[in-house]
């Protein structure tokens, strides 16, 4: 993630001559990178007939049985049930300025020519955050450790709101707490989802991943909302970039951080 936020911003900065070139070149490596990841999924993946067989195994019935039980018993599951709205409105938080991120930048701060270094720093925080928040749920908790990264995102957001052009070293620290807020993202739901499923976590992994879907397909509408308030790309930032960038994540994590009142631990520690 870091190299893929780095080199494009760096060929875009370099010689203009030279950008079609540069980018052919990266699509070129791109496109082998993503034949090697699909010949290793071949290769490696379990045979189809293994994965239906197991389900067969797992539910003493047909496939087609195994994913209506699947259904069902995830349906009853208050615990599980209780994460789907927090999980919900924290990923649209984090889809929101995520999907905002290069107009705020050239905009808002009038520095296009840094988005990669911005991007580096925030999805590098969120790598070094992984092992901490890990660590720290150890302690306290991985619901409790979850609200913790989700203030330390709404602070740093907080902070971007107050911001305009030339403040690059205060959105660099934006960006590392933001990105090690994302880390406690990455790290925790899916422990609290481990905790409430036991041995049937594909089917609410699934579930999980098709929120996070719906939560970036959603983050897009904030392009035609700023369209409506007037902005346009290439002038000045103004209120309402800021307002979708910076305030509204702030508020809607706001809610998720209250939504996950509703859930408990079912473990004090992860292993």
């Not at 936020?5 to 980018?23: E, F």
């Not at 955050?129 to 450790?145: D, E, F, N, S």
């Not at 911001?163 to 609290?192: E, K, M, N, Q, R």
């Amino acid at each position: 993630m870091i190299a893929a936020s780095l080199i494009p911003a760096a060929i875009l900065a370099g010689d203009p001559a030279q950008v079609r070139t540069r980018l052919a070149a990266y699509s070129a490596v791109y496109a082998l990178l993503m034949l090697a990841g699909m010949r290793a999924l071949a290769r490696h993946a379990p045979q189809p007939a293994t994965t239906a067989q197991a389900a067969v195994d797992a539910t003493g019935g047909s496939s087609a049985e195994g994913w209506r039980a699947s259904v069902r018993e995830l349906a009853r599951n208050q615990a599980m049930r209780s994460l789907l709205l927090p999980y919900f409105l924290n990923a649209l938080s984090v889809a929101v300025p995520a999907t905002l991120a290069l107009f705020y930048i050239a905009d808002q701060l009038r520095a296009p020519q840094l988005s990669g270094v911005f991007l580096a720093c925030y999805f590098g925080a969120a790598a070094c955050g992984l092992p901490a928040w890990t660590a720290l749920a150890r302690k306290y908790g991985p619901l409790r450790c979850w609200r913790y990264g989700m203030a330390l995102s709404i602070a740093g957001f907080c902070g971007a709101a107050l911001l305009g052009h030339g403040d690059l070293t205060a959105y660099a620290f934006v960006c590392i707490a933001a990105g090690a807020a994302l880390g406690a993202d990455l790290a925790l739901p899916p422990v609290l989802l481990g905790q409430a499923l036991g041995d049937r976590l594909g089917a609410g992994y699934g579930l999980f991943t098709l929120l996070g879907k719906l939560a970036l397909a959603l983050a897009g509408l904030a392009l035609p909302l700023l369209s409506w308030l007037d902005y346009r790309p290439g002038q000045s930032g103004g209120i309402s970039l800021v307002l979708a960038y910076a305030v509204l994540p702030c508020l809607i994590k706001l809610l998720a951080i209250a939504a996950l009142s509703r859930c408990t631990d079912t473990t004090r520690s992860i292993p």
